[in-house]
C-alpha cells in the first residue's frame, strides 16, 4: 500500500515563508514525476508546481501564480519532496496537496495524471 504524508504547514504572515514535505511510503518516489497542488476554499484544485525523475534532468514547471516565488525539489536518497514559498501572499491561504505519477515527466496538472495524493497540509497567511 503507497503513501503520501505532507507537513509544513502552518500560519505565516504576508511576505513570510514556509517549506513544505511530501515524504512517500510503500514505494520508491524517485520512479515518480511529483507535483504540488493546492486548493483554497470556493474554488478548483490548482497545480502549483511540479518535478520530473531526476534520471531525466529533474525538470521544473510553474504556473504564473507562484513563479519566481516557489521552487520544488527532491531528495530521491530520503524518499522525499519539498516545496520552498516564499513572499507568501494571502491569495496563497489553501490546503496544499503533494501528488506523484509513475512515468519520467509531470505532462500538466491534470489531476487524473497523478495516481497517488496525500491528504493535505493547511497553509494560512494572514496578519
Known amino acids: 500500500q503507497s503513501q503520501l504524508a505532507e507537513s509544513g504547514g502552518g500560519l505565516v504572515q504576508p511576505g513570510g515563508s514556509l517549506r513544505l514535505s511530501c515524504a512517500a511510503s510503500?514505494?520508491?518516489?524517485?520512479?515518480?514525476?511529483i507535483a504540488w497542488f493546492r486548493q483554497a476554499p470556493g474554488k478548483e484544485r490548482e497545480g502549483v508546481s511540479c518535478i520530473g525523475r531526476s534520471d531525466g534532468g529533474g525538470p521544473r514547471t510553474y504556473p504564473d501564480s507562484v513563479k519566481g516565488r516557489f521552487t520544488i525539489s527532491r531528495d530521491d536518497a530520503k524518499n522525499t519532496a519539498y516545496l520552498q514559498m516564499n513572499s507568501l501572499k494571502a491569495e496563497d491561504t489553501a490546503v496544499y496537496y503533494c501528488?506523484?505519477?509513475?512515468?519520467?515527466?509531470?505532462?500538466?496538472?491534470?489531476?487524473?495524471?497523478?495516481?497517488?495524493w496525500g491528504q493535505g497540509t493547511q497553509v494560512t497567511v494572514s496578519s
Open positions: 510503500g514505494f520508491t518516489l524517485g520512479y515518480y514525476a
Open positions: 501528488a506523484a505519477r509513475p512515468y519520467a515527466y509531470c505532462s500538466g496538472y491534470e489531476s487524473r495524471n497523478y495516481d497517488d
